[in-house]
């Protein structure tokens, strides 16, 4: 059983940064594309990027490229989500999630197959 545990979110002012922290336990982390997914109040779930198992290739949304950057250790089974340049729209909670196979479709969360419980980002103005 693969379990994801995501960290690092909180209460930021909007300028400001975070950087999350998604731990995955159980074997073959580094084999797999992991994904990052955010869902505002009232919204659908909404790709956030995306990174193929050895960090080769990387996708990010329009909304949060030149700002986001996605990055793995799979020494430590972790994905990281570095956010800078926060901004009040950024609110969310935020979700790890790992590609069940293949390239495509990496921003459609039917995708994939594990999901973390999320972690609240609360950005202000």
């Given at each position: 059983?693969?379990?994801?545990?995501?960290?690092?979110?909180?209460?930021?002012?909007?300028?400001?940064?975070?950087?999350?922290?998604?731990?995955?336990?159980?074997?073959?982390?580094?084999?797999?594309?992991?994904?990052?997914?955010?869902?505002?109040?009232?919204?659908?779930?909404?790709?956030?990027?995306?990174?193929?198992?050895?960090?080769?290739?990387?996708w990010?949304?329009?909304?949060?490229?030149?700002?986001?950057?996605?990055?793995?250790?799979?020494?430590?089974?972790?994905?990281f989500?570095q956010?800078?340049?926060?901004?009040?729209?950024?609110?969310?909670?935020?979700?790890?999630?790992?590609k069940?196979?293949?390239?495509?479709?990496?921003?459609?969360?039917?995708?994939?197959?594990y999901?973390?419980?999320?972690?609240?980002?609360?950005?202000?103005s």
């Amino acid at each position: 059983q693969v379990q994801l545990v995501e960290s690092g979110g909180g209460l930021v002012q909007a300028g400001g940064s975070l950087r999350l922290s998604c731990v995955a336990s159980g074997r073959s982390f580094s084999v797999y594309s992991m994904g990052w997914f955010r869902q505002a109040p009232g919204k659908e779930r909404e790709f956030v990027g995306a990174i193929t198992w050895n960090g080769g290739m990387i996708w990010y949304a329009d909304s949060v490229k030149g700002r986001f950057t996605i990055s793995r250790d799979n020494a430590k089974n972790t994905v990281f989500l570095q956010m800078n340049n926060l901004k009040p729209e950024d609110t969310a909670v935020f979700y790890c999630a790992r590609k069940s196979s293949g390239l495509v479709g990496m921003g459609e969360p039917s995708r994939y197959d594990y999901w973390g419980q999320g972690t609240q980002v609360t950005v202000s103005s």
